[in-house]
C-alpha cells in the first residue's frame, strides 16, 4: 500500500484529514501534516521527515499538498527529488484526496500522481456545467 502524507497551509492537511475519517474513515500510512502561520520551514521538514520514517515509503510515498509552489510543496519536492519511489502532488481538494485513498492500494507511486491529477480536475466542476449535462442525460436516458 502506498504511503500518503497530506500538507498545507494553515489547518488544510487536518481538516481535509478530518472530512475524509468522515467519508471514509480511518486510513492506515497516512498522516495529516499542518503548516499553521508561527512555524518554519525547518519544523515542516522536520516533521516530514518524522512521518515518513511512520508511514515508510517500501511500497512508495504522495505528498498531497494544498499549493503549486508554497512551501509544503516545495521542500515535499526537495525530499522526492533525492529519493526514489517519491511523487508530489499539488492543488488538491477533497474529491482528490478521497477517491486517491480507496485506489492506492493498486497503484504505483507515479500511477497514484497520474490518476491524481484526472480525479482532482473531476471535482472542479460548477452548478452551472453540472445542470447544463442533465438534459443531455436525460435525453440519452429516454431512446432505452
Known amino acids: 500500500m502506498l504511503s500518503v502524507i497530506i500538507s498545507g497551509h494553515g489547518a488544510f492537511a487536518s481538516g481535509m484529514e478530518k472530512a475524509m475519517l468522515q467519508v471514509i474513515g480511518e486510513q492506515e500510512q497516512c498522516i495529516a501534516i499542518d503548516f499553521p502561520p508561527e512555524s518554519t520551514t525547518q519544523q515542516l521538514e522536520a516533521q516530514f521527515q518524522q512521518a515518513i520514517m511512520q508511514v515508510g515509503t517500501e511500497n512508495g510515498l504522495v505528498f498531497i499538498t494544498d499549493l503549486l509552489g508554497g512551501s509544503p510543496f516545495r521542500l515535499a519536492s526537495t525530499i522526492a527529488m533525492s529519493q526514489d519511489n ?37 471535482g472542479m466542476t460548477s452548478l452551472f456545467d453540472e445542470m447544463s449535462k442533465q438534459p443531455q442525460q436525460e435525453m440519452a436516458c429516454e431512446g432505452i
Open 86 to 122: 517519491i511523487e508530489v502532488v499539488a492543488g488538491a481538494n477533497l474529491q482528490l484526496i478521497l477517491e486517491m485513498m480507496l485506489e492506492r492500494d493498486e497503484l504505483t507511486s507515479s500511477q497514484f500522481r497520474e490518476q491524481a491529477l484526472q480525479c482532482g480536475h473531476r
